[in-house]
């Protein structure tokens, strides 16, 4: 279970580019539930995720992972609860590191890491076979550089690094977004099996409102850095996209989602 209570954050206080990025945000969200987030530019998104995920240190309020108080813990050492991948394909794996050399290290996040074993035969064995069920193509590239893939299938690489350890939280930040159509729904639709088959908490972050209503048990919205609504499937089991948009437009956020989300 994650539980928020009255998160701060700010940037540059005091200072001429001073951002109040989250402004006393609570959020409880139960263990296995698939959240997802969105928002125009600026509305806190991303800083939601990098206080969970250790990377922003709020100003004040506290961060829970299943009752402990995580408030002031670092990044590294939240690494055996928290995962995360980025928008950004080449920002989950190493370009110089073959696939398995990749897959090696993610395994041995938040414990102690070793080249030497980093690419042993039977940790070739084990991720062929995973790969291989996950139905990515990446199965017969174990030894090429990751720097050679494609985006679609570095992302895939780099959501499959993020799960590979065990952890409770999976963070995904617009993971989908630099990938084309045809790459982004089959990443997507590997990302929801992940979470089911692990059981994972996960938040994703989209600017896409159809990834929105069509994802997950629950979706925030945020704008100004509070979340102005909270909509758990269970209870909108007929949101839309043009609900979603109605929302935003009573709150003053209409102009922004037309600038600065994907509605389809």
Same mark, same amino acid.
């Given at each position: 279970m994650i539980e928020i209570d009255h998160i701060s954050v700010t940037f540059d206080r005091g200072g001429p580019l001073e951002k109040h990025a989250l402004n006393d945000v609570s959020l409880r +969200?139960?263990? %296995?539930?698939?959240?997802?987030? $969105?928002?125009?530019?600026?509305?806190?998104?991303?800083?939601?995720?990098?206080?969970?995920?250790g990377d922003v240190t709020p100003e004040c309020g506290t961060v829970r992972i299943d009752g402990s108080d995580v408030t002031r813990? &670092?990044?590294?050492?939240?690494? %055996?609860?928290? !995962?995360?991948?980025? #928008?950004?394909?080449? !920002?989950g794996s190493c370009d110089q590191l073959s696939v398995?050399?990749?897959?090696?290290?993610? &395994?041995? *996040? @938040?414990?102690?890491? /070793?080249?030497?074993?980093?690419? %042993?035969?039977?940790d070739r064995k084990e991720y062929a076979a995973l790969l291989d069920d996950l139905g990515v193509d990446l199965a017969r590239?174990?030894?090429?550089?990751? !720097?050679?893939?494609?985006? %679609? #299938?570095? #992302?895939?690489? !780099?959501?499959?690094?993020?799960?590979l350890s065990p952890? *409770?939280?999976?963070?995904?930040?617009?993971?989908t977004a630099a990938l084309d159509p045809v790459m982004a729904a089959n990443v997507l639709a590997l990302t929801e099996r992940v979470v089911r088959?692990? *059981?994972?908490?996960?938040?994703?972050?989209?600017?896409?409102?159809?990834?929105?209503?069509?994802? @997950?048990? *629950?979706?925030?919205?945020?704008? /100004?850095?509070? +979340? $102005?609504?909270?909509?758990?499937?269970?209870?909108h089991p007929d949101l839309t996209v043009e609900h979603l948009l109605e929302l935003f437009e009573r709150r003053g956020g209409g102009a922004a989602v037309t600038d600065a989300m994907a509605l389809g």
């Open positions: +969200i139960d263990e %296995g539930e698939f959240v997802t987030v $969105i928002g125009s530019n600026g509305a806190g998104k991303s800083t939601l995720l990098g206080v969970l995920a813990r &670092q990044a590294a050492d939240r690494a %055996g609860l928290v !995962a995360r991948v980025f #928008q950004d394909p080449r !920002a398995a050399e990749n897959l090696a290290v993610a &395994q041995r *996040r @938040g414990g102690r890491r /070793g080249f030497s074993l980093a690419a %042993g035969r039977d590239r174990l030894d090429q550089p990751a !720097a050679g893939l494609s985006g %679609g #299938q570095r #992302q895939a690489l !780099a959501l499959v690094m993020a799960t952890s *409770r939280i999976l963070l995904l930040d617009e993971h088959e692990r *059981r994972l908490t996960a938040l994703m972050v989209t600017h896409s409102m159809r990834q929105a209503v069509d994802t @997950g048990d *629950r979706v925030l919205m945020l704008h /100004g850095g509070r +979340i $102005i609504h909270d909509l758990p499937r269970s209870k």
